[in-house]
């Protein structure tokens, strides 16, 4: 129900007995007059260069002082695979009341949740969240399966294949005809097309050949190599191609 001093409604915070605003009046047990709050939580984004905030917005909350508001979530993501999230947190300015909760969740590498909730003031205020995470930055590896080319001889190389950081390598090879083969040292390690890992697969081993053994047909006959690795907890994903071509 709401107040009125001649024609003029008397809104929240501007119904005051002397120096002291009411919060609530009653005829009776009766309430005629509720003072209804604002809380406005605003946000500062100070997440690192390759995270996320899903939003920034402020969001307000308007009603009876004490009431419980509806929660929600922000998510910081990572960009991309450069970096490990480990954590996420916001440090709040201007919570006098102690009425904002800010609880961390989520695990793995990519995500980390925030979710708010809490309680209106007894006043109107302004919270101000500034959100911050925790990362690790992951060292870029370096692969090799190159130079990679086209011969009209049989076979073609030597070639390196190697790479860096921990994790298992995996070679997938493909193939436009039917009777390819990955050699080292003269010994055939693969029939294409294929996919191979350690300890099939030196790293650093620089005398690998891709031999063509079948004539006739249609050319240029193409072997492609991808080496790829994945990421841990060091080291960034990375893979790297590179074909074999025989031509007439």
Known sequence: MPVYKG???????????????????????????????????????????????????????????????????????????????????????????????????????????????????????????????????????????????????SSIGPFTISWTGDGTAVLNISSNYGAGKLERSGTTIANLPTSISPPTLVNGASDYANDVNQTGGTYPKTNGYTLSLPETLTYQAGSVSASYSKIL
């Open 7 to 153: 024609t003029n409604e008397v809104t929240s915070g501007n119904l005051r007995k002397g120096s002291t605003e009411i919060q609530n009046g009653y005829k009776a047990t009766n309430p005629f007059f509720v003072n209804e709050t604002t809380l406005t939580i605003a946000f500062v984004d100070n997440t690192s260069a390759n995270v996320n905030l899903s939003s920034a917005a402020s969001v307000s909350f308007t009603g009876t002082p004490g009431d419980t508001w509806s929660s929600f979530t922000r998510n910081l993501t990572r960009a991309n695979g450069t970096v490990r999230i480990t954590g996420a947190a916001g440090a709040e300015s201007g919570d006098t009341q102690n009425i904002l909760s800010i609880v961390e969740s989520g695990s793995g590498v990519s995500q980390r949740d925030l979710t708010f909730s809490g309680t209106l003031p007894t006043v109107t205020q302004t919270i101000t969240v500034t959100v911050t995470d925790t990362v690790v930055n992951l060292i870029a590896r370096s692969l090799s399966v190159g130079p990679g080319g086209s011969s009209t001889n």
